[in-house]
């Protein structure tokens, strides 16, 4: 079962990764987009570990939502409203509980992808976070690290795509052969539940 | 490349805390980064907030004043400001007949004024929202996120401010606002690339002796790269870009609008030539307007801007606005 800890280890480990991959973030930002998605997202996971520091919430869902409403707080751009809302929903999927199984979040996680799906309007396919999500959520039934390894994929599998949402999208045919700066990050998000899970 | 700054991390803030000082007439909210007319709010006046990623001055604080926007709200560089800014923004400017959301079409800005559209009206604010979407530089609006909001925007923020300084009611001054993007569409071209504080290096690569064609105002490269055309034939491209898209049958108010790093003497001299393009097309120019106003940092470049306007349109263009980006007539 997966506490509150765990939780919050997992946004720790995100934070951390984010921090390290900032520069290749933005490099890829800066191909196909606006040269900011590193450091947009470096503060936004700051202030997500300051916040869990602060306020130290005791389940996995609270952690989340926590999390999310951070994200939304002090992102900006795209990457805040979606990424938060990915971790609000899936926070709030996982209710009240003080711990919860891999398959309940595997579930929740499911549901916090809808949302995005949803916020954003992009499919498989469009080029965006969604690539690395969506095959992840289907992977998480086999374990973190088949999760992990199947959203590092999806992020490779951008490269030849034509992006059909976001900034990228302006590029037309000339977004092709650039990975996708979200996926890729997403890819991080994914990969630091592996570490969290493996760090236990 | 050098800039005039202290660290990347504090660029607006730090541009915040100078503008406060030049602008008395500006409440400076530096640490929740709005900035909001000093006599707002203006009882039974409409209220306009809009807002956007920093790096584009004087849009938007700069329009900041009587006869245009009651509130901007700065995101960091070219990132879209949080929905707490839009909703404190919304909630220093009401007067009660409601706050128009002026929103340039970019998914960041869309989503985040969506979530403050909520947050307001679960304060009993009544809200309105216009998206400026006028760049024909993006064309297959099914397969992206639609066309980019650029010049358009000066037009619908002075022309919506004018109605709600008239104290024309919210869902009026909000149709006159479509109106004025629906009217409205432009073309940016590109001759060097953008560096961003936080970069600090070029955005994308452009050699010497080429350009970028259909460029936005994030440093984001355009959709065509081209051998250096001259100021002629630059604009002969551009207006036909926008006419192509505008069918104009009225007179139009004219941007021409530098992208930050291109001196006047070049701007004057570029709308010399759109003039003689939408001279030799036939349209009828009503006002011109020519500097530095929507920006894209160091960006050297231009856009132009068309709007066709009807009388009462003219008549909200002409009318006072006293902002430090734009004034006359008061």
Redesign the interface.
Known sequence: MLDADFFRRWMAATAASVDREAERL?ALD???????HG??LQ?GFAAVAAALEKESPDTPGGVLALAGRQL???????????YGTLLRRTGKALGDAAEVSEAQLAEALGTGVEAVRT??GASPGDKTMIDALVPAVEALGEGFGAARSAAEAGAEATVPL?A?????????E?SIGHQDPGATSSALLIAALDEAASGS | MRMLINVPETVVADALRGMAAAHPDLAVDVENRVVVRRDAPVAGQVALVSGGGSGHEPLHGGFVGPGMLSAACPGEVFTSPVPDQMARAAAAVDSGAGVLFIVKNYTGDVLNFDMAAELAEDEGIQVAKVLVNDDVAVTDSLYTAGRRGTGATLFVEKIAGAAAAEGQPLERVESIARQVNANSRSFGVALSAVTTPAKGSPTFDLPSGELELGIGIHGEPGRERRAMMTSGEIADFAVNAVLEDLPVRNPVLVLVNGMGATPLLELYGFNAEVQRVLGERGVTVARTLVGNYVTSLDMAGASVTLCQVDEELLRLWDAPVKTPGLRWGM
């Open positions: 933005t800066s191909a196909i987009g606006d040269a900011d450091s947009n503060r939304i707080s002090t992102v900006g751009g795209a990457s805040g409203p979606l916020l954003g034509q059909r949402k976001g900034r990228a999208s302006y590029l037309g000339r």
